[in-house]
Each structure stands twice: as structure tokens, then as C-alpha cells.
């Protein structure tokens, strides 16, 4: 009896150092453009979570912004994995939306692993900002990563903020490569004393 308990745990314990490591967010604030559970998803596929296999109910809500205005981020960690956030900002349309961080990677018994992805200290439209919340350590229970981020200042009727989440040490999505994401729609309105920001489109 005392065997066989042994290599039940044995067995478990193989299967939990074995078992593929996921990660997941919420996106607190803004509002997010689509309906999330209790981990967020959906949230594999690029741009925003949702693709025609994983598909998703939109919440209809849109963030009423003026330009160069700080937008307020929050999220919430509901499963840890070691990594970064990014925030981009599309216009016109979704496909403005950068691509997903090129992971570095190495080979596992399970297939490729990340490791790391480049941080721009200095980016560019359409990214806002670059390595947030940069951690390896799990986060507080109860705990919330929170910034502010300047909007351009910009016309939009419906333009998206999209919030990734690049994950080390994880294996590969089929849909999302080693990233998570999500969405909100904004609408934001160019402040008259501040300059355009001719760097977006439309402008």
C-alpha cells in the first residue's frame, strides 16, 4: 500500500514539473472590448483574444478619452508566469497593431520554450510603452499592476489600445505564440490647445 501511494505521488509530482505552465490577465481598466471568465480568456489569439476559432462577446464599451491625456492601466494576474506587459495604440483599424514580440527560445521535450523578447526603451507608434511590469516573482495575492500612459494627441471615433503580455519561460500557444492579449476601444477627442500628433493615422 505504502508502494503504491509513493509512486502515486511520484507520478503526480512528474506530471506537475511535466504539465505546460500558462499565464493569464485581466484587463481591469479600460473597459475591455469583449467578455472575459474569471482568467480572462479569451485572450490567446492576436490582436485582441479572439479569433474565429476562439470567439468572444463584445461588451460594446468604449472609453471616452481627450488627447494627450494619461490613460489609466490596470490589470490583474490571474495565473503568475514571468514576463512583460506591452501597450500599442491602432487608429484606422486593428491591423495597425504591431506583432507580437519575437521570443527568443529554447528546445524542450514539449517544443520551444521563451526565454526573453527585445524591450524598446524608446518606442514608436504605434507603441505606447514597452517592458511594464517587468517581473519574474509572483504577485501579491490580491495585488494589481497599475500605470498611466499618455494618449497622442489625436482624433478617433473607435480606435483600440491593445495590452499584451509577452511570457518567459512558457510554451508555445497555437494561437498566440508566447503572448496573451487584450483589447479596449477608446474614443478620443484632440485637445484644441495641444498640437496633432501627424506621427498617427488619419491625422
Known amino acids: ?28 481598466a479600460p473597459d475591455a472590448w469583449v467578455e472575459v471568465n474569471v482568467l480572462g480568456d479569451p485572450q490567446k489569439a492576436a490582436p485582441c483574444g479572439t479569433s474565429d476559432i476562439t470567439k468572444g462577446t463584445p461588451t460594446g464599451k468604449v472609453t471616452a478619452m481627450t488627447g494627450g491625456e494619461k490613460l489609466h492601466i490596470k490589470i490583474k494576474e490571474t495565473i503568475y508566469h514571468p514576463g512583460y506587459y506591452r501597450v500599442a495604440l491602432s487608429v484606422l483599424d486593428r491591423s495597425e497593431l504591431p506583432a507580437d514580440p519575437v521570443a527568443t527560445t529554447r528546445e524542450s521535450a514539449r517544443g520551444p520554450i521563451s526565454v526573453s523578447a527585445k524591450i524598446d526603451p524608446a518606442p514608436k507608434a504605434p507603441v505606447l510603452a514597452d517592458g511594464l511590469f517587468e517581473h519574474r516573482e509572483r504577485p501579491a495575492p490580491g495585488s494589481f499592476f497599475e500605470t498611466d500612459i499618455q494618449l497622442p494627441n489625436i482624433n478617433c471615433e473607435k480606435c483600440t489600445v491593445q495590452v499584451l503580455q509577452f ?16 483589447c479596449a476601444d477608446l474614443k478620443i477627442t484632440a485637445n484644441p490647445n495641444l498640437p496633432i500628433d501627424k506621427a498617427w493615422p488619419g491625422q
Open 1 to 28: 500500500m505504502k508502494l503504491r501511494l509513493a509512486a502515486a505521488l511520484c507520478a503526480t509530482a512528474t506530471a506537475l514539473v511535466a504539465a505546460p505552465a500558462f499565464a493569464h490577465f485581466i484587463l481591469v
Open 167 to 182: 511570457m518567459e519561460e512558457h510554451g508555445l500557444n497555437k494561437e498566440g505564440d508566447f503572448s496573451y492579449h487584450h
